[in-house]
């Protein structure tokens, strides 16, 4: 892929790639963290097995998007057509948002395999979006664009919770079939849909188009094993991969399962779940801000080092805390913290990877944060479901033992932190986009 240097970059160009995190950070707060989780674990599943199942849940969609997403990637690079694959995967995403409006108690099978839909398209998306960032920033303000754009997702996913949050609050209880808490999935594909469009309208794509006939297909993955060879060269890329593969499953551990933490371990109803998410959300556009700042300045490993140390330190209280206050204390330091790990990720891997492959580079981060992902969320579901199990049998009763099986889990969240923080230790970030000789 060659970018085009005689169209320069506007102020459009950059407000169209944050209005559409603007909205596909609706859809995470909504879906993965306020709303959707909680309400499959115990509105149409119940207890542990709901946990599990959630988990699995999670897992299926990462393992099929780190299947295809370095392919897409590859093949998006060469025909310089980032935002035709972009718009396809959003598009997934949001019909199957609002599919979920049909989920009901007891709809398992209908209720996972919507959701892995549109995770799938929202986690696919994000490659192409993200490698679109090359080419609306240069190279000394990656760090300040990255993380405006994630602070603006932020404020995004805040306003999308307050539309629905009156909602919850005053017509929850008054109509049968939890039919408001399922009208707030339609309602976040709308918003979501919307704030896509100025992307599609505004940003132009400045990689040279090269035009690709169905029997070329198959350079997706010859492109594929090609990058590959030549990442071994790039050393210091595959080291922060290593780093990144084990320390971002503490990250999405926690995202996709803060609700039924919330819920489980502080008895948060759908009400405190969302001012909780909202709170999150605010912090999250500080933390984005704040770090993206600090990696122009000081480094990215260094803004990366700090938001994993302070994510550590905000985990460690879910083990001894029982109070609602605690847990939105808790919960407002881990939205600072992970939107710095989030944020300076995807900057470190547009100043590691070689110029003009930015979306094989980004196709090979995905493959790395999915199947991490697939780990992460269904281990976390499966310790915390056995743990409880093995409480039950034992004669507790059934919010303790669920209540210990969750504490367990969060051991994971803590070891997959600390380990890829100390992997991450050993990354030259100074060797940008160089191979090693």
């Given at each position: 892929?060659?970018?085009?240097?005689?169209?320069?970059?506007?102020?459009?160009?950059?407000?169209?790639?944050?209005?559409?995190?603007?909205?596909?950070?609706?859809?995470?707060?909504?879906?993965?963290?306020?709303?959707?989780?909680?309400?499959?674990?115990?509105?149409?599943?119940?207890?542990?097995?709901?946990?599990?199942?959630?988990?699995?849940?999670?897992?299926?969609?990462?393992?099929?998007t780190?299947?295809?997403?370095?392919?897409?990637?590859?093949?998006?690079?060469?025909?310089?057509?980032?935002?035709?694959?972009?718009?396809?995967?959003?598009?997934?995403?949001?019909?199957?948002?609002?599919?979920?409006?049909?989920?009901?108690?007891?709809?398992?099978?209908?209720?996972?395999?919507?959701?892995?839909?549109?995770?799938?398209?929202?986690?696919?998306?994000?490659?192409?979006?993200?490698?679109l960032?090359?080419?609306?920033?240069?190279?000394?303000?990656?760090?300040?664009?990255?993380?405006?754009?994630?602070?603006?997702?932020?404020?995004?996913?805040?306003?999308?919770?307050?539309?629905?949050?009156?909602?919850?609050?005053?017509?929850?209880?008054?109509?049968?079939?939890?039919?408001?808490?399922r009208?707030?999935f339609?309602?976040?594909?709308?918003?979501?849909?919307?704030?896509?469009?100025?992307?599609?309208?505004?940003?132009?794509?400045r990689?040279?188009?090269?035009?690709?006939?169905?029997?070329?297909?198959?350079?997706?993955?010859?492109?594929l094993?090609a990058?590959?060879?030549?990442?071994?060269?790039?050393?210091?890329?595959?080291?922060?991969?290593?780093?990144?593969?084990?320390?971002?499953?503490?990250?999405?551990?926690?995202?996709n399962?803060?609700?039924?933490?919330?819920?489980?371990?502080?008895?948060?109803?759908?009400?405190?779940?969302?001012?909780?998410i909202?709170?999150?959300?605010?912090?999250?556009?500080?933390?984005?801000?704040?770090?993206?700042?600090?990696?122009d300045?000081?480094?990215?490993?260094?803004?990366?080092?700090?938001?994993?140390?302070?994510?550590?330190?905000?985990?460690?209280?879910?083990?001894?805390?029982?109070?609602?206050?605690?847990?939105?204390?808790?919960?407002?330091?881990?939205?600072?913290?992970?939107?710095?790990?989030?944020?300076?990720?995807?900057?470190?891997?547009?100043?590691?990877?070689?110029?003009g492959?930015?979306?094989?580079?980004?196709?090979?981060f995905?493959?790395?944060?999915?199947?991490?992902?697939?780990?992460?969320?269904?281990?976390?579901?499966?310790?915390?479901?056995?743990?409880t199990?093995?409480?039950?049998?034992?004669?507790?009763?059934?919010?303790?033992?669920?209540?210990?099986g969750?504490?367990?889990?969060?051991?994971?969240?803590?070891?997959?932190?600390?380990?890829?923080?100390?992997?991450?230790?050993?990354?030259n970030?100074?060797?940008?986009?160089?191979?090693?000789?």
């Amino acid at each position: 892929m060659q970018l085009v240097t005689d169209q320069p970059i506007t102020r459009r160009d950059r407000w169209g790639w944050y209005l559409y995190d603007f909205g596909s950070s609706a859809y995470a707060a909504v879906v993965l963290l306020a709303i959707y989780s909680a309400y499959f674990k115990d509105g149409v599943v119940g207890g542990e097995r709901g946990t599990q199942l959630w988990g699995i849940a999670v897992g299926i969609a990462m393992l099929i998007t780190a299947i295809i997403s370095p392919v897409l990637g590859t093949i998006a690079d060469y025909a310089g057509s980032k935002k035709r694959f972009l718009l396809f995967f959003t598009t997934l995403s949001v019909i199957a948002t609002g599919l979920l409006f049909f989920v009901q108690s007891g709809n398992v099978l209908l209720g996972m395999t919507f959701f892995i839909i549109a995770e799938i398209g929202y986690r696919a998306a994000q490659v192409f979006y993200n490698g679109l960032l090359p080419e609306i920033a240069d190279e000394g303000e990656i760090g300040r664009i990255s993380g405006t754009g994630w602070a603006v997702g932020s404020m995004g996913g805040i306003l999308c919770l307050i539309i629905v949050l009156p909602l919850v609050v005053v017509l929850g209880e008054q109509y049968p079939n939890n039919l408001i808490v399922r009208i707030t999935f339609p309602i976040t594909a709308i918003f979501f849909a919307l704030s896509a469009v100025p992307l599609f309208l505004w940003l132009h794509e400045r990689a040279t188009p090269q035009r690709l006939a169905p029997s070329q297909l198959m350079i997706g993955f010859r492109q594929l094993a090609a990058t590959a060879r030549a990442a071994r060269h790039y050393r210091e890329y595959l080291k922060f991969l290593l780093a990144f593969i084990i320390y971002h499953d503490g990250v999405m551990i926690t995202l996709n399962f803060a609700s039924i933490i919330g819920a489980v371990l502080y008895g948060f109803d759908q009400t405190q779940l969302i001012v909780l998410i909202i709170l999150v959300q605010v912090t999250n556009v500080v933390g984005a801000y704040l770090f993206g700042i600090m990696a122009d300045r000081g480094g990215s490993k260094r803004a990366l080092i700090s938001s994993i140390g302070m994510m550590i330190i905000v985990v460690i209280p879910l083990w001894f805390t029982t109070t609602g206050l605690a847990f939105y204390l808790i919960g407002a330091a881990a939205g600072f913290a992970m939107a710095g790990i989030q944020s300076v990720s995807r900057t470190m891997v547009s100043q590691l990877a070689p110029a003009g492959q930015s979306a094989e580079f980004y196709g090979l981060f995905a493959v790395a944060g999915r199947s991490s992902s697939f780990i992460g969320p269904t281990l976390f579901g499966f310790v915390a479901a056995s743990a409880t199990r093995r409480y039950l049998a034992q004669g507790m009763g059934d919010l303790a033992a669920e209540q210990l099986g969750i504490k367990i889990a969060i051991g994971t969240i803590v070891l997959f932190l600390t380990i890829g923080g100390m992997i991450l230790l050993l990354v030259n970030e100074k060797k940008r986009g160089n191979p090693a000789e």
